[in-house]
Structures are given as C-alpha cells and as structure tokens.
C-alpha cells in the first residue's frame, strides 16, 4: 500500500464532511474514487427500506443502465458487494463468468471492466455500494483494492452522517411547524397544548395525511385542509 494512502485519506475525508448535503457528499465520493482509480464512470448503489436499491450520484446514463441491469437481474458486482462482499473487481467482464446475465449486457453497454465495493455504515448496517465502471479492460492492481476498500469506509461514514443530519433537520423543522400549528389553535379555539395536539394528530388519522402536512398547510394557509387540497 502506498505510504501516502493516510494523507490522501485525512484530506478526503475532511472535504466529504463539509459537503452540506447528502446529495453533493455522494457526489464528491463518486468524484473522488473515479479521479483516484482512473474510472471512466461511476456511482452509487443505496439500500433503501424494504430492500429497495437505488443509484444515486451517477456520473453518467450509463451507470443507472448498468445499475438497472444488475436490480434486474440480481447480479453484479455493484449488488454482490452491496449485500454479500466487501469488493468485487472485473479486470475483464467479457470472460467473467461471475455474472453470466449480467457481464455480457453490460459489455454491450460499452463496459469493460466493473469495481465494486460495499458501503456500510458506523453501527454495522449495510448502506450499499460504490459502483466504478471501466471502458477498457483494467488490471486492478492490489493498491487499486485496497484504496477502493478502505475508501469506501471514509465515504460510508460521511454518508451515513450527511443522511443522519439531513434526518434530524427535517424531524426538528416538522417539530417546528406542528409546534406553530399548535399555537394557531390554542389562540383561535383557546384550547391548551395537548388538546391542540389532539386536534391535529386526529385529524391527519381521519384524512390519512401526515401530521406534518397537517400542520403546514395550516400554518401556511391559516386553515385546515380540505378535501380538495
């Protein structure tokens, strides 16, 4: 492994954690694998509740094609290393018999060789993968693993930051509203906090919305909402 690996790791690592979004965090991480390891495409595959996979970040149509064959078909080094493996490198998907649906769909898209590696949160949870497509044949070399490896550790953490942050921010702004909703109704029907609260939360049941759209288009609108919206 190459004896700047640590520096290049700090620096990373810092300018993921100032990316103000989850969005431009997957971003950068994409950006930076693809400038480290010479990729030509890349992207990232996020498990969503229930299983659900999703690419997010691609640096190209290519990448949501390729990544739609491999949910498809349930193969590939980007699904493999998302649910089963830490990484998994192709040097040449044309004789790779790992994924015999997928390997020769993908040449066909223009890709010779795949890198995946698996992205997994700070309490153990699988967050998904860093996909890294190839339009030649590439020869991964051992510092070309374990950079994509211990990478993909750095960017998981960010990640799993900008996503645990962007979370609390929408809980405390949903908070906010109901708590400004709340008090529309206290002064209008001089009821106290908790009956307030009432009204709100059994009308979002009875309407099926959610409290929170409850509270915003009151909030907003200075009314309830109506069944025509």
Known sequence: MRPDFAEEFAAIAKDLHAAPTSTETAEQVVAYAC????????????????GRLE?????????????????????????????????MASPDLVHDER???????????????????????IDGRRLGALNLFWREAHAFSRDDVAFAGIFARHAAIALHASQTEEGLQTALDARKLIGQAQGILMERYQLDQDKAFDVL?????????????????????????????
């Open 35 to 50: 400038e480290q390891l010479g990729a030509d495409y890349g992207g990232i595959t996020l498990i969503r509740r229930g």
């Open 55 to 87: 690419t997010v970040a691609p640096t190209d149509t290519l990448v949501e094609r390729a990544d739609a064959l491999q949910i498809e078909l349930g193969e590939g080094p980007c699904h493999d290393s998302a649910w089963e493996q830490e990484t």
């Open 99 to 121: 994924w015999p649906q997928w390997a020769p769909k993908a040449a066909a898209l223009g890709i010779a060789s795949a890198l995946g590696t698996q992205l997994t949160g």
């Open 201 to 229: 939360r059994r009308f979002s049941q009875d309407h099926n919305l959610k409290l929170r759209d409850v509270a915003e288009h009151l909030v907003t609108r200075r009314e309830l909402p109506t069944a025509d919206g």
